[in-house]
């Protein structure tokens, strides 16, 4: 990756001076608010890359200060004016008026095109932060639900073009709502081109896979990797003929780890960065982040160098883009969590936002115990979190639920870990006595006892056993789990966000299964189309739509009425959550 340029210890003034050969034809106000932002954020840069690449940290920064500068010069004024306002209002993600709806672009709108013709009924939920699951290119077929990308430059086909997401994210901004998409960082689809080129034999990609010649080191990591499908993807590593190797394949044989000890691995990302945020993207889901560093011996998450590529990733976003956040899709143990939103010497420059996937396992705990000790004592016992980040709330989202309860807090409280996290798993799939879930089974594991739950909030509280029978006093009670759950996300504090579907009760898909590729991920029960007609009846007070969730009031009011309730039964430990 050599670009002439010296590798020992650039100075900040060099870095100055690469970037001005770019600006020369930008005016002096334009180069003088980049400059400003480099010498800002050089030291943050450089302190991430040293520990990842210490040989070659110096020739990465300068490079990636080069790819900063052309993304700045190329970004769109009112893009510009973003920038300035979010370097003003640094805290906006941790506005009370933040409050934010997740959907799959198709199952809610059906192209970009038709989501922005929605906009007016996310306004009507006071949503201001909309998350759309992975609208770029995957491969054909079995993708994983989108997170099999094949070309992180080109939108899906069936959901419109790059200049229809600029145009959504424009029309977003417009009406006070801001993008989310999400950025693969630890695995591409077999079917990328970088993928595509290491087949053909071009050494300089094959370098961005893990590609070993025989089982020696795939057996010696392997003692120490969990399946993350076991079920219909043992194993961590997967054999290619055209490589003449086994490729590293944590997640299904057609997803490739990327080696991120390649810096340039890095610079690509680095681009993709910036080609989301010259996209009008304003908070980038960093997916899979916590699988992207390997080490032997160890699981291969959670590894100290996630957090300092993922400060120098953010370095050069805020050189270029500051109006951009990062998002850690970091769905791990609740030891590990606090990491992503910074710790240490990475504290207040990693990632701005993270899922708190305690708080959800938590809740889905109470609402089946009708005890909020376990609760109390894990959420109290988690570090206190930087004061320029803030939490992803919510009950639900896209994914399975993973009864992710440390044995520690467990004791703590007088429960076994193993032997709740087994209740939880046989009562929301409803072989439990006396619960109304009908959750399924998502990834048993037999040697682990692990097994994760998939289902819609209106599945997992009962309210569609409750419907079915035309129980009146079932429904109530099932709502009343629903408001509940989510009233306790919105006074929690941090960003809530409502999981498409919930906000009108939906169902589990009976017809999940009967889409091609989804056959296999009984996950596709909770991401049902949203039922249009069903959402029409919202404003009817007679019906379950109508009921609505817990939203929040005008900009600047706060969380909703219901919050601290919510907040009050974790804080004093109430017991009853009848």
């Known amino acids: 990756m050599s670009t002439g340029h010296p590798t020992a210890h650039p100075t900040i003034d060099q870095a100055v001076a690469e970037a001005a050969a770019i600006h020369a034809e930008l005016s002096p106000e334009r180069r003088e608010a980049f400059e400003l932002r480099l010498r800002r954020w050089w030291v943050d840069l450089v302190d991430g890359l040293a520990p990842i690449y210490p040989a070659q940290w110096g020739e990465v920064a300068l490079r990636l200060v080069r790819q900063a500068a052309t993304a700045y010069r190329d970004r769109d004024p009112d893009l510009h004016r973003l920038d300035q ?166 997640f299904n044989a057609w997803q490739w780890d990327v080696n991120w000890g390649n810096p340039d691995v890095f610079c690509e990302y ?32 959670n590894q100290p160098e996630v957090h300092a590529l993922t400060q120098a990733l953010r370095a050069v976003a805020r050189i270029a883009c500051p109006a951009v956040a990062f998002k850690a899709e970091a769905i791990v143990g609740p030891r590990d969590l606090v990491q992503y939103l910074g710790q240490g010497e990475h504290t207040g420059k990693v990632s701005d936002l993270a899922y708190h996937n305690s708080l959800m396992v938590q809740a889905w705990s109470m609402l089946a115990t009708g005890d909020v000790r376990l609760a109390a004592h894990a959420l109290a016992a988690l570090p206190p979190i930087p004061a320029s980040a803030t939490w992803i709330t919510y009950l639900r989202c896209h994914d399975d639920i993973g009864w992710a309860i440390d044995d520690r807090d467990a004791a703590a409280v007088g429960l076994d870990g193993y032997a709740h996290r087994r209740f939880l798993a046989d009562w929301f799939v409803g072989q439990f006595p006396g619960s109304g879930a009908r959750g399924l089974t998502f990834q048993a594991n037999p040697v682990t006892g692990d097994r994760r739950i998939s289902g819609t909030a209106a599945a997992l509280t009962g309210l569609d056993v409750a419907r079915q029978s035309a129980d009146n006093s079932g429904v109530n009670a099932a709502l009343g789990r629903i408001f509940l759950g989510h009233a306790l996300v919105a006074g929690f504090g941090g960003v809530p966000v409502i999981w498409s579907g919930d906000e009108i009760g939906a169902p589990n898909d009976p017809a999940w299964a009967s889409e091609p590729g989804h056959g296999d991920d009984n996950r596709w029960v909770h991401r049902p189309r949203l039922d249009w007609a069903a959402a029409l009846r919202r404003a009817d007070l007679r019906t379950v739509e109508g009921e609505g969730l817990p939203r929040p009031g005008p900009p600047g009011a706060g969380a909703s009425p219901t919050a601290p309730a919510a907040r009050l039964c974790i804080q004093h430990g109430v017991a009853d959550l009848g």
């Open 270 to 301: 680095a681009d993709i960065v910036l080609f989301l945020a010259n996209a009008g993207v304003e908070v980038i889901r960093l997916d899979a982040i916590a699988f992207t560093w390997k080490r032997l011996g160890t699981n291969c998450q």
């Open 85 to 250: 306002r979010r370097l003003l209002e640094p805290d906006w993600l941790q506005s009370p008026r933040m409050f934010g709806y997740a959907a799959y672009a198709d199952r809610f709108g059906g192209t970009l095109r038709g989501v922005a013709e929605r906009i007016r009924y996310l306004q009507e939920l006071g949503v201001t932060y909309l998350h759309l699951m992975p609208v770029l290119r995957p491969r054909d077929g079995d993708n994983d639900g989108g997170y099999a990308v094949a070309d992180y430059r080109e939108v899906r086909p069936d959901l419109g073009t790059v200049a229809d997401l600029a145009d959504l994210a424009r029309s977003l901004r417009d009406n006070g709502i801001s993008l989310v998409c999400d950025l693969v960082l630890n695995h591409v689809a077999r079917e990328h081109d970088w993928a595509q080129r290491a087949r053909r034999g071009e050494a300089h990609y094959r370098d961005y896979f893990f590609v070993y010649p025989d089982r020696r080191l795939p057996d010696a990591f392997e003692e120490h990797l969990p399946e993350v499908f076991p079920d219909f993807a043992p194993g961590n590593f997967t054999w290619d003929d055209e490589l003449r190797g086994w490729v590293w394949t944590t």
